[in-house]
C-alpha cells in the first residue's frame, strides 16, 4: 500500500492515510475498553522505539528494549489498576524496573557515555510512554468507559493540526518560531486555534460530561502546546539532521511526526481535569 501511495502528491498521501488511520483508531477505541487499551498501547510501542532509534542515529546507545519494555508496562498497570483490576500499589512496581536501568549499564562495557543513554533511556518513557499511559486513564477509569472523551481531544487535535496547515499554506506570511521550523507561521497557529475552539464548542454540545468552559480549555491547551509539540519534535530532529522521524505514515512520516502533539498536550489535559473534576 505504502508503495501505491507514492505515486500520489504529498497532500493527497496525507488524507488518504489520515482517513485509514483515523478509521482505525477511532474502530478500537469504541469496539471495546480492551481494543482502546491495545490501539495505544500499539502505537506507545511503535513511536518510543522509533524514539530510540532516532537517538542512536547519533551515536547514542540508549537501552531500547528495557526502555520501551519499561513503557509497556508502565501501560499495563495504568490500564489494569484503572479498570480495577490491580490495586493502586501495584504501581509501585515501576521503581525498581526503572532502577534495574542502572545496573544493566553498569554491566555495558562498550558504552562510552553510560549517563548519557541512561537519560536518553529515561527520556523515552517520560516523552512517549507517560503521555500514552495518561491517555489509557483518560478513557478508562473505575467502572466507566468514556471512549468519548478521549475521540473529542483526538479530533481538537486533529483540526488543529489541518487548520494550521491549511491556514499557514493559503496565508501563512509571518513566521512563528523560523529558527526552529521555518514554513510554521503565526497564520497557521491562529488557524488552527480557532478550527479547535470551534470544534470544541460543537463537541460540548452532544458531549455534556464535561462543561462548555471545560472544553474550550482543552481546545487553548491543544492549541498551544500541541504547536509547542511540534516544535519541540522540529528541534529534536534538528539535533540529528533529519527531515522525518519516519517513513511507516505516507504522507505525515513517522510515528513521533503524527503524535508530537498528542505527546505534550495530554499532560495537561489530564492534570487540568483532575484538578477541576
Known amino acids: 500500500m505504502t508503495k501505491r501511495l507514492d505515486n ?149 487535535l486533529w483540526v488543529n493540526d489541518s487548520g494550521a496547515y491549511f491556514a499557514g499554506t493559503l496565508v501563512g506570511k509571518r513566521k512563528l518560531f523560523e529558527r526552529i521550523s521555518p514554513k510554521k507561521t503565526w497564520e497557521g497557529f491562529f488557524g488552527g486555534a480557532i478550527s479547535s475552539l470551534l470544534v470544541a464548542f460543537l463537541i460540548s454540545r452532544y458531549y455534556q460530561d464535561l462543561s462548555l468552559w471545560k472544553w474550550l480549555t482543552i481546545a487553548l491547551i491543544i492549541a498551544i502546546t500541541g504547536t509547542l509539540g511540534d516544535l519541540v519534535e522540529s528541534l529534536f530532529k534538528r539535533s540529528i539532521a533529519i527531515k522525518d522521524s519516519g517513513s511507516m505514515i505516507p504522507g505525515h512520516g513517522g510515528f513521533l511526526d503524527r503524535f508530537d502533539g498528542l505527546l505534550l498536550s495530554i499532560p495537561f489535559i489530564v492534570t487540568f481535569l483532575k484538578i477541576f473534576s
Not at 489498576?81 to 544493566?104: D, H, M, R
Open 8 to 156: 500520489y502528491s504529498n497532500l493527497t498521501q496525507r488524507i488518504i492515510a489520515a482517513i485509514v488511520g483515523v478509521v482505525i483508531i477511532i474502530s478500537a477505541m469504541f469496539y471495546s475498553p480492551l481494543t482502546y487499551w491495545l490501539i495505544f498501547l500499539l502505537i506507545a510501542v511503535l513511536t518510543q522505539t522509533e524514539f530510540y532509534r532516532l537517538v542512536g542515529l547519533n551515536g547514542n546507545i540508549p537501552l531500547t528494549i528495557y526502555g520501551t519494555f519499561c513503557g509497556v508496562v508502565l501501560n499495563v498497570l495504568t490500564y489494569f489498576i484503572e479498570s480495577k483490576v490491580w490495586p493502586f500499589k501495584y504501581y509501585y512496581a515501576i521503581i525498581p524496573l526503572l532502577t534495574i536501568t542502572f545496573f544493566i549499564k553498569l554491566y555495558k562495557r562498550s558504552d562510552p557515555k553510560p549517563f548519557t543513554n541512561l537519560g536518553y533511556t529515561f527520556l523515552g518513557i517520560i516523552y512517549v510512554a507517560v503521555p500514552f499511559s495518561l491517555a489509557i486513564e483518560l478513557g478508562i477509569e473505575p467502572e466507566t468507559y468514556k471512549p468519548l472523551l478521549m475521540l473529542g481531544i483526538l479530533l481538537i
